[in-house]
């Protein structure tokens, strides 16, 4: 099974950062990657049409590390990243309205902006969001489907988390530590692979989850408002 041997075995990796930066982090813990800091084999699921159009895809990893990082892939106009998209460092404010489709982990983290937007994306591998300590609003309003892990860790001033239109979780859902957060919305979200644990979010006190009907793992709600 595609996904098994492609993007489980990626997610179960975890991102640390070092001195270095988001990029050596992610190269010296990821062993997928290979000396041009490309996938060996990524191919992790059934490549949509976005991804088959010229000009459209890129095949590796894309690291957004700065402001003209972000606004250099914006330009582009890609609609599909088959590899890890990585937001983090000191990128400001990030809206990117092509981006549809990354076949790897997607990972916010210890980012310096204060809103992050991905307007188009439909579908991810993973989404990590972790240690944000500026990061105030995080909006993907059309993503409907990831394939392993939805992780919102430890950002503390966190208060508008836009994923209406998600619908399944392969893996886990793991939300916590997010001190801001009053309302979490999956209005459409129908099924969870993994675990689903809300904790430690001492804000929250709207839940939403009009339409799940499969936690293939445990239930944990635990230490919020």
């Known amino acids: 099974d595609s996904d098994e041997d492609g993007i489980s075995d990626g997610a179960e990796a975890r991102f640390d950062t070092d001195a270095d930066g988001i990029n050596n982090g992610l190269e010296s813990n990821n062993t997928d990657l290979d000396n041009d800091g490309e996938f060996d084999d990524v191919d992790p699921i059934e490549l949509p049409a976005e991804c088959a159009v010229a000009g459209q895809t890129r095949r590796?990893?894309?690291?957004?590390?700065?402001?003209?990082?972000?606004?250099?892939?914006?330009?582009?106009?890609?609609?599909c990243v088959i590899g890890y998209l990585i937001i983090g460092d000191d990128v400001g404010p990030v809206n990117l309205t092509h981006l549809q489709v990354v076949t790897g982990r997607v990972i916010v983290r210890e980012s310096l902006g204060d809103t992050v937007t991905l307007g188009a994306l439909t579908r991810a591998g993973s989404l990590e969001v972790e240690e944000n300590t500026l990061l105030t609003s995080l909006s993907l309003p059309v993503l409907t489907l990831i394939d392993t892990d939805l992780r919102i860790v430890s950002n503390p001033v966190l208060a508008t988390l836009d994923i209406r239109a998600l619908r399944k979780v392969g893996g886990s859902v793991i939300i916590t530590n997010n001190g801001a957060l009053v309302?979490?919305?999956l209005p459409a979200l129908e099924q969870i692979g993994g675990d689903f644990t809300i904790s430690d979010n001492d804000a929250l006190v709207n839940l939403e989850l009009n339409t799940l009907i499969q936690i293939d793992g445990d239930l944990v709600i635990s230490n919020n408002d």
């Open 60 to 79: 590796e990893t894309v690291v957004l590390g700065s402001a003209q990082d972000v606004a250099d892939f914006e330009d582009s106009a890609v609609a």
């Open 183 to 185: 309302t979490l919305a």
